[in-house]
């Protein structure tokens, strides 16, 4: 079933890679053996690199697409529980689909989907193959934002001023299918799903946005969230070395700076922990992401088209 209507805590030791030969697999194997976790099969049409091969062991199996896997599947002695999805964004909600069809839970890297139709497609498809979706949401897990959300807790209430301020080295974010917006749906999902997720869950559902600045290398909005007022800013520059601007991720509430940055490794491994046991978002948590990045890109788009504050 999925997370919504589940009766158990889901439980998954063998697991599929969907994608296996970018860094964001590696994160998800990784997180999976320190859970005790099994990778048994990837699948990569361009094949793994050897030290990938050796991060994973040499008994996992490397398919070239769905069809191998499939196969792999039907003539394996011990079942695959689950199938990670960490191929590029528009094809998230394809190989969730996928998976569920087959009788496996899915495990998904953001975005799970470019649209909030195709998440309520995909929380159909899953009641009715009684499997569950889990999206990976691992900024949740980061020391500083859990410090937060429990000051938010005992605080007074109140509206909080924040600003969400993202500046990164670029050259990672415009090379094959990132660079087009069809396929990644741009810097709002690509690099800005994970903190819309972390304002809606820390300050409440949004209620007006207002897009200030929109293009394939910097967005901004203003966004009115139940607690607080956010400004919220992406920007993608060259590296440092070659003249770019500093890096930088950073959420600042009512003045106090949280360095996104800092504290980050090993947030999946966490994320895959709470997943394991029966602790992790349902597939409902990431709907609210999902349609504030819509909105977002849907007016930025609107703005761009007409020329005004494009980059």
């Known amino acids: 079933m999925s997370s919504s209507h589940a009766t158990h805590e889901p439980r998954y030791d063998r697991f599929a890679v969907l994608g296996g030969g970018g860094a964001i ?4 194997a990784d997180a999976i053996q ?22 994973l062991g040499a008994d996992v199996s490397v398919l070239a697409d769905l069809d ?26 394809e190989h969730v689909a996928w998976a569920l069809e087959r009788g496996f839970g899915a495990v998904c890297e953001k975005p799970v989907a470019l649209s909030v139709e195709a998440i309520d497609d995909l929380e159909r498809r899953a009641i009715e193959a009684e499997r569950e979706i889990h999206p990976i949401l691992q900024l949740r897990h980061h ?3 859990l410090a937060l959300r429990e000051r938010l807790a005992d605080g007074p209430a109140g509206r909080a001023t924040v600003t969400v301020d993202y500046r990164l080295d670029g050259s990672r974010l415009f090379d094959r299918w990132r660079a087009d917006e069809d396929r990644s749906g ?4 690509e690099l800005g799903i994970h903190t819309l997720d972390l304002v809606l ?20 909005a203003r966004i009115d969230l139940e607690r607080a007022d956010v400004e919220w ?22 003045g106090d700076r949280i360095d996104l940055a800092k504290d980050c490794n090993g947030l999946h491994r966490h994320a895959y922990a709470a997943l394991l046991e029966g602790r992790g978002p349902e597939l409902r948590e990431a709907r609210a992401s999902v349609a504030l990045a819509s909105r977002i890109r849907g007016a930025g788009m609107e703005i761009a088209e007409e020329g005004v504050h494009a980059e």
């Open 186 to 189: 741009g810097l709002v999902f």
């Open 25 to 28: 697999a590696r994160w998800h």
């Open 34 to 55: 320190a859970n005790a976790g099994r990778v048994v099969a990837v699948v990569e049409p361009a094949g793994l690199t050897p030290e990938r091969r050796e991060i």
């Open 201 to 220: 869950w820390l300050f409440g559902p949004a209620r007006d946005t207002e897009v200030l600045r929109y293009g394939p290398r910097a967005v901004e």
């Open 68 to 93: 191998g896997l499939a196969g792999e599947v039907e003539a394996a002695d011990e079942p695959i529980d689950a199938v990670v999805v960490c191929t590029p964004n528009h094809l998230h909600a």
């Open 233 to 254: 800013r992406l920007e993608v520059t060259p590296p440092a070395d070659e003249g770019g601007a500093t890096p930088k991720r950073e959420l600042v509430v009512d």
């Open 143 to 145: 020391p500083g934002i």
